[in-house]
């Protein structure tokens, strides 16, 4: 049997929104995609936690800067607050049950606040010196710039790589890591671009988009996938 993954989505004007990236990679690593409303009640949420082997917490908007007690900084973007309060809500039954995670982009911010830690509302105006160019323009593939991983971190396991480019579609990024948590790779400028629990069996969160990668053949994100859902296997046992 393959494992089933749980994957968030958007919601704007009463329209749920994925993008195809992440279900094609999970469904070319072998698992089966269900995906997640973000309107569920604790019960159901519970429910649907309980028949889930792993959670895929996706990319997308902003963050309320009100869940690590900031007020809204002038560039922070779009918010959905019925998405942070489900991912939030999930993310911990997850975390309880020592599912695996693997959390993209937003979905690595939100997996951080969940967990204790803070944000930068915005990385350009809050973090000091040049930054690199973090919301690219070029394709959704192309990989940008580089990342820097540490060898004693469940990245480097996987990718085997202590350097390696990265696509890049952010304008926050996580800050303060939460008990437990260690940063995994930081880009040249100094941003922390991913990061696992070290209390927990896969719990990975990086700020690129690996999904966007795979059907491109680029081997580290089909790497990501393939380890997370190996991990989904695993716990299923
Ligand atoms: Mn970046």
Not at 59 to 84: A, M, S, T, V, W
Not at 129 to 140: A, D, E, M, N
Not at 188 to 205: C, M, P, Q, R, W
Request: charged share 20%; net charge negative.
């Amino acid at each position: 049997m393959k494992p089933v993954i749980g994957v968030t989505s958007d919601l704007h004007d009463q329209l749920l929104s994925l993008s195809m990236d992440n279900i094609i990679s999970l469904i070319n690593a072998e698992a089966v995609p269900i995906v997640l409303p973000n309107l569920l009640d604790e019960e159901n949420a519970d429910q649907l936690t309980e028949t889930m082997d792993g959670l895929l917490v996706t990319g997308g908007g902003d963050i309320d800067p009100i869940l690590f007690g900031e007020e809204p900084h002038q560039k922070l973007g779009n918010i959905c607050p019925e998405r942070d309060a489900f991912e939030i809500s999930i993310i911990h039954k997850m975390l309880t049950l020592d599912k695996p995670i693997l959390a993209i982009c937003r979905g690595c911010q939100i997996l951080n606040i969940a967990a204790g830690g803070d944000m930068y509302q915005d990385i350009y105006t809050q973090l000091d010196g040049t930054l690199l160019q973090h919301s690219q323009k070029s394709p959704k593939w192309h990989a940008t710039h580089y990342v820097n991983v540490n060898k004693d971190s469940l990245l480097y396991k996987i990718a085997q790589k202590e350097k390696f480019k990265v696509n890049s579609y952010h304008h926050q990024a996580v800050r303060k890591m939460p008990v437990n948590f260690e940063v995994c790779a930081i880009s040249n400028d100094g941003v922390i671009e991913a990061f696992e629990s070290k209390k927990h069996t896969f719990v990975l969160g990086v700020q690129w988009h690996p999904e966007c990668m795979t059907q491109k053949k680029d081997g580290t994100s089909i790497s990501i996938f393939h380890a997370f859902v190996r991990a989904c296997i695993n716990r299923k046992k």
